[in-house]
């Protein structure tokens, strides 16, 4: 049942133009991707049947059994596969990857998303129409660039029993959806092994009851079931191109009794092994013939024209979002070094004369870090005229309606990047007065995002690894630390970074300044009250401070960490040895 796929000589991937009559079952070791073009098609994949249409896509992982029959004569697709052998090298467990990717234009959630695919496949193919000088190197790219698409937007999945299928789910929790994968990989690379929920969360560090709680939130089903069901899967390409019993493939898949195995197998695919193995063994590519006609690319040059520039007329809705990658490497070493806080000033006001809620405690916190960073740190008593704060008569909003306080921060990135080595942060303003908003803290003692940004930019390293559009990457000993940032006020920006070499357990742990929570916002919400209760100030602290999520690295060659960041965001990453 196995069918090897060619691939042209230095191409890792292959796209081919099919008119199908009939294509029995058959497994790749690589992974597809099937767009319709014209007319209709049933795919047979795993337990059930897809009945395509035009402009539907749907993903064949590796591996799985899969055929394809005509259901009118007119049909035509893309076949667009992917070497493993080349792109795992670059994306994370490729081989293992649930990527659900079944869509049509009536989808809404999933129109920029399927605009996006279009996009690279068939701007794939007029590279390979063209074959310009340097088109395998163009391939390449767009292809990683898809293969990306595909772990952004394309991970989330929630098991339908009733429809025995995988369905699309998306999630804006992208440390938990990073997780979840990791943890189906796993599934998939073990399941003929005893698995343990504790060994795995022990993995993942953290308590196995909160990885089930999480499991039957993302993927809708328990770990056990969970379980059982990719050990079914596993097992029909042994039923069907071989002889052997079924208490040997059931064992051979992970089973503890032939029993045990049938019930499972009758619950995904209606029947006991054997019946499904003699009914459906004809269907397979070993005892059927396939019939299909093999088209020319260049057929579709006018149809692929008219394709694109349908998505450029979509524009206005749609855009391709712009993205940003950096690389670590784990075994190498930085000779270029920076320090950030070598003369530094914290301009403060007399406390005694303004009083506002955590002010010693959150000046003591500013000067503690910044004495641990080292350089040479002063503070400086400003005048009582220059910190001049509110009176009854001033009215908040006339300072703060029209003030966006993340750009300051983006600002001072932009510059940082620009020259890191040379940028020196020599003085900041610790609290805002009526003659300067540009401070850290707001008039009432708000935690604005400046005072965010001045924590991140202490705990980077001393040591430069990587810099450039919108982030910069530092090392310090055996820890790495990073600030991402999306400079553009419209577009998300995808941020990749690519790891290798690791070579134990590490810890990402992620924290993320929304340019949509700040302190002013919510400030905002109760009309800008120039007297604040201690409740309410203590929920704006809390809603505005940046969002933690942790992510484990497991020791391997290659790692990819990748997270879309919103227009004006600001992230701050660590990279450090597990516990």
């Avoid at 959630?109 to 996009?119: D, G, R």
């Avoid at 007329?313 to 000779?335: G, N, Q, R, V, Y």
């Avoid at 400046?450 to 820890?479: P, R, W």
């Avoid at 690791?502 to 919510?522: F, G, M, R, V, W």
């Amino acid at each position: 049942m196995l069918d090897i796929i060619n691939y042209e000589e230095s191409m890792p991937i292959k796209v081919e133009l099919l008119e199908i009559k009939e294509l029995p079952w058959h497994t790749h070791k690589d992974i597809q991707i099937i767009y319709v073009l014209e007319g209709e098609l049933q795919l047979k994949l795993t337990y059930t049947s897809y009945p395509l249409k035009k402009n539907d896509i749907h993903f064949i992982h590796s591996d799985d059994v899969h055929g394809l029959t005509g259901i009118t004569e007119d049909n035509l697709i893309i076949v667009l596969s992917i070497n493993i052998n080349y792109f795992s090298k670059f994306f994370t467990n490729l081989s293992t990857q649930i990527f659900s990717t079944r869509v049509n234009e009536d989808a809404h959630l999933y129109v920029k998303q399927q605009m996006e695919l279009k996009y690279y496949i068939f701007s794939i193919i007029s590279l390979l129409n063209k074959r310009d000088l340097d088109f395998i190197d163009q391939v390449c790219a767009l292809s990683k660039s898809l293969i990306g698409a595909l772990y952004k937007d394309f991970r989330g999945f929630a098991i339908n029993k009733t429809n025995r299928n995988f369905e699309p789910k998306f999630s804006h929790d992208f440390i938990q959806t990073e997780r979840i994968s990791r943890v189906v990989s796993f599934i998939y690379e073990n399941y003929a092994y005893k698995l343990s929920l504790s060994e795995i969360a022990e993995n993942e560090h953290i308590n196995k009851y909160y990885l089930s709680h999480l499991f039957q939130k993302f993927v809708c089903e328990n770990f056990r079931d969970f379980v059982s069901m990719v050990r079914v899967e596993m097992s029909e390409s042994k039923l069907l191109e071989t002889d052997k019993s079924v208490s040997f493939i059931a064992g051979e898949c992970g089973f503890s009794n032939a029993k045990y195995y049938i019930d499972h197998f009758i619950t995904w695919f209606g029947v006991h092994p054997n019946a499904y193995r003699e009914k459906c063994r004809p269907n397979t590519i070993d005892f059927k013939s396939s019939s299909f006609t093999v088209h020319e690319l260049k057929e579709i040059e006018p149809l692929l024209k008219d394709y694109l520039d349908s998505i450029v007329e979509f524009s206005d809705s749609f855009s391709i979002s712009p993205s940003t990658k950096a690389s670590i490497d784990f075994s190498s070493h930085s000779t270029a070094e920076f320090h950030l806080f070598e003369h530094f000033t914290l301009h403060i006001y007399d406390p005694d004369l303004h009083p506002c809620l955590n002010f010693e405690e959150n000046a003591l916190h500013l000067m503690n870090t910044l004495h641990h960073v080292g350089g040479h740190t002063k503070i400086s008593i400003l005048e009582p005229l220059a910190t001049k704060m509110l009176s009854s008569e001033t009215d908040p909003a006339s300072i703060y309606l029209d003030t966006f306080v993340h750009s300051k921060c983006i600002e001072i990135m932009k510059e940082f990047v620009l020259n890191p080595t040379g940028y020196q942060i020599e003085s900041m303003v610790f609290m805002d007065s009526i003659k300067n908003t540009s401070a850290l803290l707001t008039v009432n003692g708000l935690k604005k995002p400046s005072f965010y940004l001045l924590d991140f930019l202490m705990k980077l390293g001393n040591q430069l690894i990587d810099c450039g559009v919108g982030h910069i990457i530092t090392k310090n000993e055996n820890a790495f630390q990073g600030i991402l940032f999306n400079a553009s006020y419209e577009k998300t920006l995808d941020f990749t970074l690519d790891i290798s070499n690791i070579d134990e357990n590490y810890q990402l742990t992620q924290e993320t300044l929304l340019a949509s929570s700040s302190c002013i916002d919510y400030w905002c919400q109760l009309n800008f009250n120039s007297i604040i209760s201690p409740k309410d100030f203590l929920h704006i602290e809390n809603m505005s401070m940046p969002n933690v999520g942790f992510e484990i690295i497991p020791k391997s060659d290659h790692y990819i960490y990748s997270i879309p960041l919103e227009p004006q965001d600001i992230v701050f990453i660590s990279i450090e040895p597990a516990n």
